[in-house]
């Protein structure tokens, strides 16, 4: 069965500095797809980035991006130059056609303090 | 800009009763998607709809059941509410083509508690 890790329940980073949030996976299949997710306070959930397992370049969005490696299944999230919106719970997330059987699987979340 | 609603914030109900939660979304969307949320236990998907009348059981179906007569509108029922269903409920949907791929976009959620 597939997993999601998400190792960091809280971090907290100073403004304008660099964050990294883990997530670690488990999975058998070869085609899948990541997902870093953001939910700010009483805010609804949006997503931050995409990567498809097929895919070796690792996704850029912005201030945002990826190191996805897929033979040690981690998938972190690195924030450059945090910003006090950024402030967030932020959820990593799994999704595969496993066996013909639809999964999208999230992590447990890491709430991020971004401090002024 | 996708909008997917929620019909209520906030909700207190008793054990024992048969509570509905609402879900619209107004770009035409294929896949609607309903999960809970839990401290500790992130999301977990409750049901899933790939089509109107359409359904398929996710990871905790158990307690609850769906509904979706219109293409926008999925709803979620709690047949007989127990206090361990008090939780905060969350709408998703995604467009058409590769599910997997595809950006869910969420709704504000339901908070509901179960006395």
């Known amino acids: 069965a597939q997993t999601v890790t998400q190792s960091q329940p809280e971090m907290s980073v100073q403004e304008a500095e660099t964050v990294t949030l883990s997530c670690t996976y488990d999975?058998?299949?070869?085609?899948?797809?990541l997902f870093w997710y953001k939910q700010p306070p009483s805010r609804q959930m949006i997503l931050v980035i995409r990567?498809?397992?097929?895919?070796?370049q690792n996704a850029t969005e912005n201030r945002f991006s990826v190191n996805f490696q897929k033979a040690a299944k981690s998938f972190s999230l690195k924030i450059s130059d945090s910003q006090l919106g950024d402030t967030a719970m932020y959820f990593c997330?799994?999704?595969?056609?496993?066996?013909?059987?639809?999964?999208?699987?999230f992590g447990t979340g890491t709430r991020l303090k971004v401090l002024a | 800009d996708v909008k997917v609603t929620q019909s209520s914030r906030y909700l207190v109900k008793r054990t024992g009763e048969k509570v509905f939660l609402e879900c619209v979304q107004d770009?035409?969307?294929?896949?609607m998607f309903w999960y809970r949320q839990d401290p500790g236990l992130g999301l977990r998907l409750i049901y899933f709809?790939?089509?109107?009348?359409?359904?398929e059981k996710g990871d905790i179906p158990e307690g609850y059941s769906v509904s979706r007569e219109k293409k926008e509108r999925f709803s979620l029922i709690l047949e007989s509410a127990s206090t361990n269903q008090t939780s905060m409920y969350l709408c998703?949907?995604?467009?058409?083509?590769?599910?997997?791929?595809?950006?869910?976009?969420f709704g504000p959620g339901t908070r509901l508690t179960v006395l």
């Open positions: 998703a949907s995604s467009p058409p083509g590769l599910r997997e791929y595809n950006e869910q976009f």
């Open positions: 999975t058998s299949e070869n085609n899948y797809y």
């Open positions: 990567q498809e397992a097929y895919k070796q």
């Open positions: 997330a799994f999704t595969s056609l496993d066996s013909g059987t639809y999964k999208y699987i």
């Open positions: 770009m035409d969307h294929e896949n």
């Open positions: 709809s790939y089509d109107v009348k359409m359904k």
